[in-house]
Each structure stands twice: as C-alpha cells, then as structure tokens.
C-alpha cells in the first residue's frame, strides 16, 4: 500500500515560504523570548567551537563561555561571562551606528566593573514583536530572527536615578566570527 505524500514546497534563494500560524502554547511571551535567546547563544557557541556553562544561581550573569585553544597566550582556554537580554521594543534591523537599550542601574554597576579577572558582555537580541516571525525552517537551512548584538560596557558610568540608558553598536553582530574574535583578543590578554 502506497501512501501519498504532498509535495514538499520547493525553497527558493528568497524568503522561506509561508504557512499558517499554528495553536501556540500559553507560556509567557518574555519567557519565550529567553528561551530564544539561549537558543541562538548555543548555535553561536556551537558554531565557533565553545563551551558553556550556566552559573547557578546565577547572580547576574547569565552564561559562562570558553574556548580554548594552544594559541591563547594567557592560558590555553579563556572564559567570558555573557549576560543575555531580548527585546521587541527596538524594531529588527536598526538604522545607524547603534540603538539604545535600558539596563537597571545595579545590572549595568555589575557589567560595567573595571579591573575584572574575567571579562563581561552583553548581549541583546532584538526580536519581532510577533512570536511566529521568530523562526523559520526550511530543508537546507533555519533562520532565527532576528539578531543579537554585543557589546562591552567595561567602565560605563551609571547616568540614570534608576536605569541607564547605553549605546549597543550595530556593527557588532553577535555570530561564531564575533565570538572567535573576541576569544582571540581574550586569549591574548586583552578586553572583548
């Protein structure tokens, strides 16, 4: 007995073809965006051949991620804390040179410690505000949307009563090439 099959929509090189939106669950929309955002922090990792480590608790500081490597001058395998942040409120795709997030004032004073043992970055992912946009998979490929960011915030003043407002540049995408870089600087005893 012979099952048909429908034919499986061809992929063009353009954007993955649409489907209807399914049933989504009842989770909390933040709480899904977390969880995107680990998603893509390991494909980073995965893709640039790091480890990570989930402090617990975690005190602030999201992940742990090192890389070694015999041409790291410092030691043959270097860490960096990573703290994650998601947010649809900066639309995907920001003009200019940088886009303004708003931290808590006692997040950024933990970021922003200088001299520190092990270097710290943030980054933030900047989603579609419709959850369905979020993904879409294809037979040769997956696109997770849409973007993280990165930055250093090493000696950032605290300018808020309560919150402060700083500059992530958009010219540090947050891929496996961004992370092997900043391993590299790392390893050679410098900041991220």
Not at 142 to 165: D, F, I, Q, S
Request: charged content about 20%; glycine content about 6%.
């Amino acid at each position: 007995m012979a099952l048909a099959q429908p034919d499986p929509a061809p992929l063009t090189d353009g954007p993955l073809q649409e489907r209807p939106v399914p049933l989504r669950g009842s989770i909390a929309t933040t709480s899904c965006m977390e969880t995107l955002q680990v998603g893509y922090l390991h494909a980073v990792a995965a893709a640039s051949g790091c480890s990570l480590a989930q402090p617990f608790p975690d005190n602030g500081i999201d992940w742990h991620v090192s890389h070694s490597s015999r041409g790291h001058e410092v030691d043959d395998e270097v860490t960096i804390k990573v703290q994650l942040k998601c947010t649809y409120q900066v639309a995907p795709n920001p003009p200019g040179p940088f886009f303004s997030f708003t931290l808590d004032n006692d997040h950024l004073v933990k970021l922003a410690r200088t001299p520190v043992s092990v270097h710290k970055i943030l980054v933030v992912m900047l989603v579609p505000r419709r959850q369905d946009q979020w993904l879409r998979v294809g037979h040769d490929r997956m696109e997770l949307r849409h973007c993280c960011y990165w930055t250093n915030l090493a000696g950032h003043p605290v300018t808020g009563r309560h919150k402060t407002t700083v500059r992530i540049p958009t010219a540090r995408v947050f891929d496996d090439r961004a992370l092997c870089e900043i391993m590299t600087r790392v390893g050679a005893g410098g900041r991220p």
